[in-house]
């Protein structure tokens, strides 16, 4: 079992910045693929931005060259950088990680961390 736990939500202004964390706790061998996915009210969840293991990055393109996606490996925790924030940004924002083997994954979730973004 894995326990992930978010921090670093908040309310900022357009054009501001925020640093989302989520650290990983728990049995287990190690984690693969880590992510951040996020739902704003009336909208379906999407992804958000993910890293390997190994440290290769995908951006949804909403988001390319304003957040950045990096983790610790040593402490089981996954960043998100946002920067030139906009309100379309606002939504809750919620970290995965995946672990076990490709043909045998176990998928986890945060409890979610609210970002607003005020125009």
């Known amino acids: 079992q894995v326990q992930l736990v978010e921090s670093g939500g908040g309310l900022v202004q357009a054009g501001g910045s925020l640093r989302l964390s989520c650290a990983a706790s728990?049995?287990?061998?190690?984690?693969?693929?880590m992510g951040w996915y996020r739902q704003a009210p009336g909208k379906q969840r999407e992804l958000v931005a993910t890293i390997t293991s190994s440290g290769n990055t995908y951006y949804a393109d909403s988001v390319k060259g304003r957040f950045t996606i990096s983790r610790d490996n040593a402490k089981n925790t996954v960043y998100l950088q946002m920067n030139s924030l906009k309100p379309e940004d606002t939504a809750v924002y919620s970290c995965n990680a995946a672990t076990g083997p490709p043909w045998s994954r176990n998928y986890y979730w945060g409890q979610g961390t609210q970002v607003t973004v005020s125009s």
């Open positions: 728990g049995s287990f061998f190690s984690i693969n693929n």
